[in-house]
């Protein structure tokens, strides 16, 4: 392998130490074995327990009272990784194995085909860079094949983790659409299923250590509510033929396949684009650039609440619960009394620091979008214009910021100008709310627990649960439809309105 660009180097490295597991480049063109098993599945499983200790250190503010500390992080990082992504991971890897996922340490094998193919490719510079031509366009090269190289490798360990961790991060570049990474519809399913299962299950964990299963439910039904009126509307969308296409003779009676493995058709991709945006993992087994504009609006949308529909491992409960203190707020704003949750007073630090975890992404991605679409750089990288182009930029840093690491993958994102903006993107979209986080658990953890009171609003019932996706939606909502309406909504119209 050649030597990667200082630029990419640094998003990849910045790409998975913060869970989001963005990536420029094609890991079997890019990366050796020992980098993507020594630097990146390491890293894998270090990012997901950071979360997981962040998420318990946030609730031990909640349990412990008039406590000066929030426990060992070392020691709940050791727990994390010892004792539930490498068992799990080790069981995972197993299965995927014996479905077909491979994991060896042999060279790439070349196959003849039975046809000889012609196709293009961008040219690249000495550095691995793709050459633009006047119009800042890459320069393709033709080219004609009568073989295919089939890469290998240790697979199966690093997809294991890839799912459980919610990292997403493919050993190849078509990630879960590639046979040797999910080969099966029943590792399909199985891959799906593992990356909701640990902030999932997370939720019942919170109900236990506060003391009142209720509460982790509240939050469980909060979160599916969400997932399932999202995926409703994908698969909805996606089930419609795209009608450019039918003009061209295309068969639209199945819908929208464009873009869709045919292993695992229409309702599997769309069920897979919802979970893995959803649940801030990004792995995907189809191409969300070929979604139409409100099914690929909805992935882009789900990102934009900040991964809190499930989430990231430990990422998803400790924003799921930033948002429970925001409801909380709001509440006593209209009640006309102090915001509690879970017996703790929710005072003016901890809403500056709810304010400072729920803001930072929506700067990041709308500022971010705005520089990329206003720079010679950004629109460079654009492979559509108009509006889809603009959704493919905002898609970009709402994947980045928010941790996903999901791509439309119409955007030429591998040029310093991308991994630079997109890296500084990933860093403080991850560590500045985990900072803020911190704060509120420092400062929750040395408050008394106060008793319940005739005046205390609950916070396990269904009415919570309507105030708490309220309070997702709307934030999501104002924030985001300006933005949203200048991409896939206008392309929307713009598609089905003639």
């Known amino acids: 392998?050649?030597?990667?660009?200082?630029?990419?180097?640094?998003?990849?490295?910045?790409?998975?130490?913060?869970?989001?597991?963005?990536?420029?480049?094609?890991?079997?063109?890019?990366?050796?074995?020992?980098?993507?098993?020594?630097?990146?599945?390491?890293?894998?499983?270090?990012?997901?327990?950071?979360?997981?200790?962040?998420?318990v250190a946030l609730i031990r503010g909640f349990v412990r009272r008039s406590a000066a500390g929030l426990g060992n992080a070392w020691l709940d990082l050791g727990r994390a990784t010892g004792y539930v992504l490498l068992p799990l991971s080790l069981l995972f890897a197993l299965f995927l194995v014996g479905q077909g996922v491979i994991?060896?340490?042999?060279?790439y094998q070349d196959v003849k085909l039975t046809e000889p193919v012609t196709y293009q490719q961008p040219k690249t510079d000495a550095h691995?860079?793709?050459?633009?031509?006047?119009?800042?366009?890459?320069?393709?090269?033709?080219?004609?094949?009568?073989?295919?190289?089939?890469?290998?490798?240790?697979?199966?360990?690093?997809?294991?983790?890839?799912?459980?961790?919610v990292n997403g991060g493919g050993f190849f570049n078509a990630n879960s659409a590639h046979p040797f990474e999910n080969p099966t519809p029943l590792s399909n399913f199985a891959q799906m299923l593992s990356i909701f299962l640990i902030p999932a299950a997370l939720c019942f964990m919170f109900g236990r250590l506060v003391g009142d299963m209720r509460q982790g439910v509240a939050l469980l039904a909060a979160m599916t509510l969400i997932f399932i009126a999202m995926f409703a509307v994908v698969q909805w969308s996606?089930?419609?033929?795209?009608?450019?296409?039918?003009?061209?003779?295309?068969?639209?009676?199945?819908?929208?396949?464009?873009?869709?493995?045919?292993?695992?058709?229409?309702?599997?991709?769309?069920?897979?684009?919802?979970?893995?945006?959803?649940?801030?993992?990004?792995?995907?087994?189809?191409?969300?650039?070929s979604l139409l504009p409100l099914g690929g609006m909805v992935p882009m949308w789900l990102m934009q609440l900040g991964e809190v529909v499930f989430g990231g491992v430990g990422s998803g409960l400790y924003g799921m619960l930033i948002f429970a203190m925001l409801a909380v707020f709001l509440a006593g704003l209209?009640?006309?009394?102090?915001?509690?949750?879970?017996?703790?007073?929710?005072?003016?630090?901890?809403?500056?620091?709810?304010?400072?975890?729920?803001?930072?992404?929506?700067?990041?991605?709308?500022?971010?979008?705005?520089?990329?679409?206003?720079?010679?750089d950004g629109l460079a990288g654009l492979a559509n214009?108009?509006?889809?182009?603009?959704?493919?930029?905002?898609?970009?840093?709402?994947?980045?910021?928010?941790?996903?690491?999901?791509?439309?993958?119409?955007?030429?994102?591998?040029?310093?100008?991308?991994?630079?903006?997109?890296?500084?993107?990933?860093?403080?979209?991850?560590?500045?709310p985990i900072i803020a986080v911190l704060a509120i658990a420092g400062k929750l953890a040395a408050k008394p627990r106060l008793a319940v009171s005739a005046g205390?609003?609950?916070?396990?019932?269904?009415?919570?649960?309507?105030?708490?996706?309220?309070?997702?939606?709307?934030?999501?909502?104002?924030t985001y439809i300006p933005a949203l309406a200048l991409g896939p909504v206008v392309e929307q119209l713009q598609l089905f309105g003639h």
Not at 21 to 40: I, K, P, R, V
Not at 103 to 107: G, I, K, R
Not at 338 to 362: H, N, Q, R, W
Not at 396 to 417: C, I, Q, R, Y
């Open 238 to 289: 996606e089930m419609h033929a795209n009608p450019l296409l039918t003009q061209l003779g295309v068969d639209g009676a199945a819908g929208n396949m464009e873009g869709k493995e045919t292993r695992f058709g229409i309702v599997a991709s769309t069920l897979f684009a919802t979970i893995t945006t959803a649940a801030s993992c990004g792995a995907v087994n189809a191409m969300h650039d």
């Open 103 to 107: 994991q060896n340490f042999s060279a």
């Open 385 to 432: 214009p108009a509006a889809h182009g603009f959704s493919e930029a905002l898609y970009a840093f709402s994947s980045a910021a928010n941790n996903n690491g999901s791509a439309f993958a119409g955007l030429s994102a591998n040029t310093p100008f991308y991994n630079i903006l997109l890296g500084l993107a990933m860093w403080f979209g991850r560590f500045v």
């Open 1 to 55: 392998m050649t030597a990667v660009e200082a630029g990419s180097a640094f998003n990849t490295a910045v790409s998975f130490v913060t869970n989001t597991n963005w990536q420029g480049y094609g890991g079997e063109t890019t990366m050796s074995y020992l980098t993507q098993m020594l630097a990146l599945t390491v890293q894998n499983f270090l990012s997901a327990a950071t979360a997981l200790a962040v998420v």
């Open 128 to 165: 691995g860079q793709p050459v633009l031509d006047a119009a800042g366009k890459p320069v393709l090269d033709t080219l004609k094949t009568d073989k295919q190289t089939l890469a290998m490798g240790p697979v199966a360990s690093q997809e294991a983790i890839k799912m459980l961790g």
């Open 456 to 478: 205390t609003m609950p916070t396990h019932g269904p009415l919570f649960v309507v105030l708490l996706v309220g309070a997702v939606i709307i934030v999501g909502a104002l």
């Open 334 to 376: 209209m009640i006309g009394r102090t915001p509690e949750y879970l017996g703790k007073k929710i005072e003016a630090f901890e809403m500056k620091m709810v304010s400072i975890a729920i803001l930072i992404t929506p700067l990041l991605v709308l500022g971010g979008t705005a520089v990329a679409v206003l720079s010679k």
